[in-house]
């Protein structure tokens, strides 16, 4: 990783960590809230690639851990959120394929690619983090605080689990492509992932 690479990558960092700063309730999951931390992780992914995206969200994971750690349960929560992040990027970098394999043959304006990346990430955040939700949840959460619940009771948080991880990539990825696109002509820039 070179100098500039390094510069980006911590500037990145920086403002995902400084978003975590800004949080929205869940209303549905009290408790819970939306932030807008994983907005500058999937421009740094959209911008630079794989690479400089991952690292950037592990660091903004790092800044958590750091700064704001508010009570044990988000020693759980936040590497949560990770691979919630890394979930929603794999759907991001999967749709990227897709659209850079069909815009080949068609010109696809930049409210399609929008449609496919938005469709792919919440496919697979909603479609797997909900099963990982459930499983710490009752697994590890619960005991780890000395609760006994019945699995029923777990089982119906399931529809909040499948709630929270289907609006984040709602908001996430059409601000960050939507920045990533503004930059990327700002600053003609080359991208790795969008052409």
């Known amino acids: 990783m070179n100098a500039k690479q390094?510069?980006?990558?911590?500037?990145?960092?920086?403002?995902?960590?400084?978003?975590?700063?800004?949080?929205?309730?869940?209303?549905?999951?009290?408790?819970?809230?939306?932030?807008?931390?994983?907005?500058?992780?999937?421009?740094?992914?959209?911008?630079?690639g794989v690479r400089i995206g991952v690292f950037v969200g592990f660091l903004n994971l790092l800044g958590q851990l750091a700064f704001f750690l508010i009570n044990p349960a988000y020693l759980v929560a936040y590497p949560m959120g990770f691979v919630a992040a890394l979930l929603m990027l794999l759907g991001v970098y999967l749709a990227c394929r897709l659209i850079g394999i069909k815009d080949k043959a068609q010109n696809w304006g930049n409210r399609k690619k929008l449609v496919y990346l938005t469709a792919l990430s919440i496919a697979f955040r909603a479609g797997i983090m909900p099963i990982i939700d459930y499983k710490v949840f009752y697994g590890l959460l619960l005991p780890m605080f000395g609760y006994s619940i019945p699995e029923?009771?777990?089982?119906?948080?399931?529809?909040?689990?499948?709630?929270?991880?289907?609006?984040?990539?709602?908001?996430?990825?059409?601000?960050?492509?939507?920045?990533t696109i503004q930059v990327k002509r700002s600053l003609k820039l080359q991208t790795t992932l969008l052409k």
């Open 152 to 179: 029923a009771y777990v089982m119906g948080l399931v529809p909040v689990f499948i709630l929270f991880n289907l609006i984040a990539p709602l908001y996430t990825i059409p601000i960050a492509y939507t920045v």
């Open 6 to 48: 390094l510069a980006l990558v911590i500037a990145f960092a920086a403002l995902a960590i400084a978003l975590n700063a800004i949080r929205i309730p869940a209303f549905f999951w009290p408790g819970n809230f939306f932030t807008l931390s994983e907005i500058p992780v999937v421009i740094a992914f959209l911008l630079f």
